[in-house]
């Protein structure tokens, strides 16, 4: 009875070191969305260590910067500079992060970023070029494009959906998997006219 209870109890204690950590990590085994403010500052480190998002907002939020810093030399740059909320997820291999800014309470927009050069992808033009209809969805009186989650390292779930007041289309929903190579891919579209 004894040696199977330590059998049971090392499994189960070699089980928690191999899981991910569940702070770190969302049900899907892909980092979580984390919504920001979250306090004065809020510190969000990349799946692999190498990389921590730093998002500072003192005096009540009266600034908000997003900042990369590399963990072994503690460099930091500047990403953005924001006027309300974000949300923000790492790629799974680390070497990108999406931006979710909510920055007028009629729109939302969402960007890549590459992590080492900071170079930036709107996601609304990604859409656009594939999909030049959808101006009609991202130009609405009220359009939230909103980054879901990372499907994998090198894909975003993304969804636009919105409303125009009193005019067509009335309320929409259109679901894309967008890549970091700028590949589009329109999984559903629900609109009411």
Wanted: glycine letters at 4%.
């Amino acid at each position: 009875m004894y040696m199977v209870s330590r059998l049971v109890l090392t499994t189960l204690l070699l089980l928690q070191i191999w899981q991910p950590s569940a702070a770190g990590q969302s049900k899907s085994g892909n980092p979580p969305v984390v919504v920001l403010p979250r306090g004065p500052v809020s510190r969000i480190p990349s799946p692999n260590g190498m990389w921590t998002l730093i998002f500072e907002c003192p005096n009540d939020c009266s600034e908000r910067k997003l900042w990369i810093e590399e963990n072994t030399s503690h460099t930091r740059k500047l990403v953005k500079e924001y006027e309300r909320s974000l949300s923000i997820s790492w790629a799974p291999d680390s070497r990108s992060f999406f931006v979710e800014d909510d920055f007028a309470s009629n729109e939302t927009l969402c960007y890549l970023y590459d992590a080492t050069t900071l170079k930036e992808t709107d996601i609304a033009r990604v859409v656009l070029a594939a999909y030049p209809d959808a101006a009609q969805f991202v130009n609405a009186g009220h359009s939230y494009l909103e980054a879901k989650r990372w499907l994998n390292s090198h894909e975003v779930l993304v969804v636009l959906h919105g409303y125009n007041d009193g005019l067509p289309p009335r309320d929409f929903t259109l679901r894309y998997r967008i890549g970091l190579n700028r590949s589009v891919h329109k999984i559903s579209q629900k609109v009411e006219e």
